[in-house]
């Protein structure tokens, strides 16, 4: 048990543990009150319990907790592992997941850091939901920035325009007549229009079907990917990984899976992760993931269409994506998106293997996306 002390936080009878299983009610509660979404039991559970990679591993902790002198639990990191690769080498990922502490303690989220960091099983750390409360910490640890990508900013789309409107003026507290949101809507209507968005986001093109379970295909797609592609850091996407991941989300259609193919072989595939904001009534689908094999980027633009048609059938209020690699974004950029700020760069890593630090420091090795760390657990 590590006290407060041993890094410079002086609150006394302060402890922190590795957390457990049995802790999910407690953590649940904390996380509730700062405005997280805390997850079932059994879901929360099968983070680590189905995970195939933990499964492999020994003595991996779930998480840590930080007790107060009443033994109530006022903090807590969770610790997933992930398998990646890179240049053909396995390398085991460690994600931080739901970093939350109470405001009375609030120094003491440092002792969680520091256990998280000091992992010796670990070749990657991954954190990629840091936001403006967190960041500094993860600095403190020597994180750094992913190289590619912009993961400070996000390029969205409206698609229900009046929808989106309620919620842009709930957003900014607005204190005048709800009928406003008629006129803000038909502005945003408007400025599509003029803008060429309307006609872009509407082109289909390439026959694109909807997946509702990962099959063989996908192993077989893995493969073919993995051998292919230039060596580059790479998130395991096999089938069994993939179901891990997607479980619950597929199962309450949380998760779209489009794929475009080639016969019977997959060419492509992306996948959409419904991210709802309920504090603001906002309803919105993001692009978490997009693969395809060597020479079929170009595949992305019909998935994005497919899906941006699917949100406008289904009255979801707007699509977005970010952190894509610059081949990627180019195609977003292509449909002209419009663009948010986020409160802080998200995706910080830090690895202690110096040969892949070395490596790691090249854009052109990264294929970032929000499949990475907990950005969609």
């Known amino acids: 048990m590590i006290r ?5 936080v002086t609150k006394s009878a302060i402890s922190i543990r590795e957390a457990s299983f ?12 700062y405005g997280l979404e805390p997850k079932p039991y059994k879901e929360w559970v ?11 591993l020994s003595n991996w902790p779930i998480g840590w907790v930080v007790e107060n002198e009443d ?3 006022v903090g807590h990191i969770g610790n997933v592992p992930l398998p990646y690769e890179f240049g053909g080498e396995q390398v085991v990922a460690a994600a931080s997941r739901a970093l939350v502490v109470d405001a009375a303690y609030r120094s003491n989220g440092l002792l969680l850091l520091s256990s998280f960091f000091k992992q010796k099983q670990v070749d990657l750390f991954l954190a990629t939901t840091v936001n403006d409360k967190a960041l500094k910490g993860y600095e403190a640890f020597r994180a750094l920035r992913a190289p590619a ?8 789309w409206v698609t229900n325009y009046l929808g989106f409107s309620t919620s842009a003026l709930e957003t900014k507290e607005f204190r005048g007549p709800k009928s406003f949101r008629y006129p803000l809507s038909a502005g945003l209507v408007l400025r599509d229009i003029l803008q060429g968005r309307w006609l872009k986001t509407h082109f289909l093109g390439a026959e694109v079907d909807y997946c509702l379970e990962f099959d063989d ?8 990917l993995r051998q292919t592609s230039p060596p580059r850091l790479l998130a395991n996407r096999s089938r ?4 891990w991941h997607f479980k619950y989300a597929l199962a309450r259609d949380e998760a779209w899976v489009l794929t475009a193919s080639k016969g019977s072989a997959l060419t492509a595939y992306a996948i959409f992760f419904r991210q709802d904001n309920s504090e603001f009534s906002l309803t919105r689908v993001r692009l978490v993931d997009f693969q395809a094999l060597p020479g079929k980027t170009e595949l992305l633009r019909p998935l994005l269409c497919h899906a941006l048609a699917r949100c406008r059938r289904e009255g979801i209020h707007m ?16 449909l002209s998106p419009s663009w948010r700020a986020l409160s802080s760069w998200r995706y910080f890593y830090r690895t202690n293997n110096r040969q892949l630090a070395q490596e790691l420091k090249n854009p052109q090795v990264w294929d970032p996306s929000c499949y990475d760390g907990d950005a969609c657990l």
Request: hydrophobic fraction near 40%.
């Open 4 to 8: 407060a002390n041993e890094i410079g």
């Open 22 to 33: 049995d802790d999910h009610q407690q953590i649940a509660l904390l996380e509730s009150r």
């Open 46 to 56: 099968h983070l680590w319990a189905n995970n195939p990679l933990y499964r492999e």
């Open 71 to 73: 033994n109530e639990i």
């Open 149 to 156: 990508g912009t993961w400070d900013q996000a390029a969205f």
């Open 217 to 224: 295909r996908f192993d077989s797609f893995w493969e073919e």
């Open 240 to 243: 069994k990984i993939l179901e």
């Open 319 to 334: 699509m977005e994506a970010l952190g894509f690699p610059p081949e990627k974004q180019r195609i977003i950029d292509g």
